[in-house]
């Protein structure tokens, strides 16, 4: 086999089907957020306004964030130096893990290096440790959880996405006695859109299954402590499994989940994912801690966060922009062919200063290319405007014909 062209043929491929990524390079001033400096391909710096973050209050930037991280390192050092088990658990970790668990009044939690690490970690080996299991995962779970699924190697069924009757008739259709897992998101991140979570719990009691919700995208953001949307509605209780990041509302790095000491106990015991990988290193977890510990009390940058996504929202709609439905802070713009969303998008950074990443398959279907956008309380008044007349201009002369 020739190596290097099959390399390139699966390049190549991707080109063609115009979803081939360029990262932009950019350098976050701290401080100064959502400004930033985007190096071109050329070695121009210029400044840019970041639409698209995941640091969806800026936390990142937050000097009660930034100091213990600095802190942590004055302290103890850059790394952990080893896995959990083997001289890599500290003070810090120990800590945040406590944390977590009151924040989503569990009993514990335990931390992965990233969210996808958790979700994939944890739901491999749930389907290891209950034997005969039967997995029933909602069409459009985030692929770290599709990866854990499939890891499970169990019987698994995926449900249309959001919709509760399918899932009940799959479970119907599955012995009573069988154990169950069902798993699914509370804020999808793509569409802006939230799980049945209390309909979700009903069928899981009815049908006797365990239930599994990832709070990615919800975690730090909604409830009064920031505990997720399971929080806001009252139904942390009757989550077994609750699965967040450090890395999106938090501004910092890691993932974890939630639960019942013994079903903690039994994943550190099991999952290679947690047991053989470095743990993160201190500085990420005092940093962590930090954000998590602000954002208990911070109800009110909660609110403005969801008043600015509102405003966004209101806004793009009063100017005759496809602005898709969404229930949550999240505002996607339809564009609907991959080769437009990336002209789209590169006009947008080139011409008007505006930073917003271009989502294509395999993140969101053929069909459904996107601009997904993340207000922040920091993006101010005169940012709104500015991005108002650019999408209008951007829209005007790249997608009238295609959307006419
Ligand atoms: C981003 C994301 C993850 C992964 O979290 P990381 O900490 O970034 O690895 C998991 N689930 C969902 C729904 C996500 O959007």
Not at 103 to 111: D, G, R, T, V
Not at 123 to 131: F, R, V
Not at 383 to 395: C, R, W
């Given at each position: 086999m020739n190596y290097a062209d099959a390399f390139k043929a699966s390049v190549a491929k991707v080109r063609a089907e115009g979803r081939y990524r360029v990262f932009a390079n950019l350098r976050r001033a701290k401080g100064e957020f959502p400004r930033a400096h985007w190096r071109t391909e050329d070695g121009d710096v210029r400044d840019v306004v970041v639409w698209c973050s995941n640091d969806y209050l800026g936390m990142g930037q937050s000097p009660c964030v930034v100091g213990a991280m600095k802190q942590a390192i004055e302290d103890v050092g850059a790394g952990a130096g080893g896995t959990r088990n083997i001289s890599g658990t500290t003070n810090y970790h120990v800590e945040l893990e406590a944390s977590l668990a009151d924040l989503h009044q569990k009993e514990a939690a335990l931390l992965f290096t990233s969210g996808y690490i958790a979700n994939q970690a944890t739901l491999a080996t749930l389907g290891k440790i209950l034997p005969g299991l039967v997995i029933f995962s909602d069409?459009?779970?985030?692929?770290?959880?599709?990866?854990?699924?499939?890891?499970?190697?169990?019987?698994?069924?995926?449900?249309?996405?959001?919709?509760?009757?399918?899932?009940?008739?799959?479970?119907?259709?599955?012995?009573?006695?069988?154990?169950?897992?069902?798993?699914?998101?509370?804020?999808?991140?793509?569409?802006?859109?939230?799980?049945?979570?209390?309909a979700v719990c009903d069928l899981a009691d009815k049908y006797n299954a365990l239930t599994y919700l990832d709070e990615v995208h919800a975690v730090g953001l909604y409830g009064l402590r920031g505990g997720g949307v399971a929080e806001r509605d009252g139904l942390m209780q009757r989550f077994d499994i609750i699965e967040g990041t450090l890395g999106k509302a938090y501004g910092v790095m890691g993932g974890y989940i939630a639960a019942d000491a013994v079903i903690v106990d039994a994943i550190r015991s099991s999952a290679p994912g947690f047991i053989f990988t470095t743990s993160l290193a201190p500085a990420l977890a005092a940093g962590a801690r930090a954000s998590v510990e602000f954002l208990k009390t911070s109800h009110?940058?909660?609110?403005?966060?969801?008043?600015?996504?509102?405003e966004l929202k209101q806004r793009f709609a009063e100017a005759g922009l496809p602005v898709m439905d969404s229930k949550t802070h999240i505002v996607p713009l339809h564009v609907g062919d991959p080769v437009l969303c990336k002209r789209m998008t590169d006009s947008l950074l080139v011409d008007h200063g505006i930073y917003v990443q271009p989502i294509n398959y395999p993140t969101v279907p053929m069909g459904a290319e996107r601009m997904r956008l993340t207000p922040t309380p920091l993006h101010d008044e005169a940012m709104v405007e500015d991005l108002i007349s650019a999408m209008t201009a951007v829209y005007r002369e790249h997608a009238a014909a295609k959307l006419a």
């Amino acid at each position: 086999m020739n190596y290097a062209d099959a390399f390139k043929a699966s390049v190549a491929k991707v080109r063609a089907e115009g979803r081939y990524r360029v990262f932009a390079n950019l350098r976050r001033a701290k401080g100064e957020f959502p400004r930033a400096h985007w190096r071109t391909e050329d070695g121009d710096v210029r400044d840019v306004v970041v639409w698209c973050s995941n640091d969806y209050l800026g936390m990142g930037q937050s000097p009660c964030v930034v100091g213990a991280m600095k802190q942590a390192i004055e302290d103890v050092g850059a790394g952990a130096g080893g896995t959990r088990n083997i001289s890599g658990t500290t003070n810090y970790h120990v800590e945040l893990e406590a944390s977590l668990a009151d924040l989503h009044q569990k009993e514990a939690a335990l931390l992965f290096t990233s969210g996808y690490i958790a979700n994939q970690a944890t739901l491999a080996t749930l389907g290891k440790i209950l034997p005969g299991l039967v997995i029933f995962s909602d069409a459009l779970n985030h692929a770290s959880m599709i990866e854990g699924i499939k890891g499970a190697k169990c019987e698994k069924h995926v449900w249309r996405h959001n919709d509760v009757e399918h899932l009940e008739s799959l479970l119907l259709q599955t012995p009573l006695d069988a154990p169950k897992l069902i798993a699914l998101e509370s804020v999808y991140s793509m569409d802006g859109d939230i799980g049945p979570l209390e309909a979700v719990c009903d069928l899981a009691d009815k049908y006797n299954a365990l239930t599994y919700l990832d709070e990615v995208h919800a975690v730090g953001l909604y409830g009064l402590r920031g505990g997720g949307v399971a929080e806001r509605d009252g139904l942390m209780q009757r989550f077994d499994i609750i699965e967040g990041t450090l890395g999106k509302a938090y501004g910092v790095m890691g993932g974890y989940i939630a639960a019942d000491a013994v079903i903690v106990d039994a994943i550190r015991s099991s999952a290679p994912g947690f047991i053989f990988t470095t743990s993160l290193a201190p500085a990420l977890a005092a940093g962590a801690r930090a954000s998590v510990e602000f954002l208990k009390t911070s109800h009110h940058l909660r609110e403005a966060h969801q008043a600015r996504a509102a405003e966004l929202k209101q806004r793009f709609a009063e100017a005759g922009l496809p602005v898709m439905d969404s229930k949550t802070h999240i505002v996607p713009l339809h564009v609907g062919d991959p080769v437009l969303c990336k002209r789209m998008t590169d006009s947008l950074l080139v011409d008007h200063g505006i930073y917003v990443q271009p989502i294509n398959y395999p993140t969101v279907p053929m069909g459904a290319e996107r601009m997904r956008l993340t207000p922040t309380p920091l993006h101010d008044e005169a940012m709104v405007e500015d991005l108002i007349s650019a999408m209008t201009a951007v829209y005007r002369e790249h997608a009238a014909a295609k959307l006419a």
